[in-house]
């Protein structure tokens, strides 16, 4: 039986620690790509859901 490593994601083999390790990596660059940690798109996208709410709170008032 393979050598079993501790990863964050458990016990696993070795192959298994690569293989996780690789997608990790190409997850966090397609995250970048996509600006994922873009602080100002963050911002911009919880400034339209506030604002969204609010709009429904308003008109829920006036019903």
């Known amino acids: ?28 660059r397609r995250a970048k790509q996509h600006g994922a940690f873009s602080l100002e798109k963050n911002k911009e996208v919880q400034n339209e859901q506030i604002g969204n709410s609010s709009a429904k709170t308003q008109f829920n008032r006036q019903t």
Do not use: C, F, R, S
């Open 1 to 28: 039986m393979a050598k079993m490593i501790n990863t964050k994601y458990g016990y696993v083999t070795p192959q298994e620690a690569e293989m996780d390790a690789h997608l990790d990596k190409w997850m966090k």
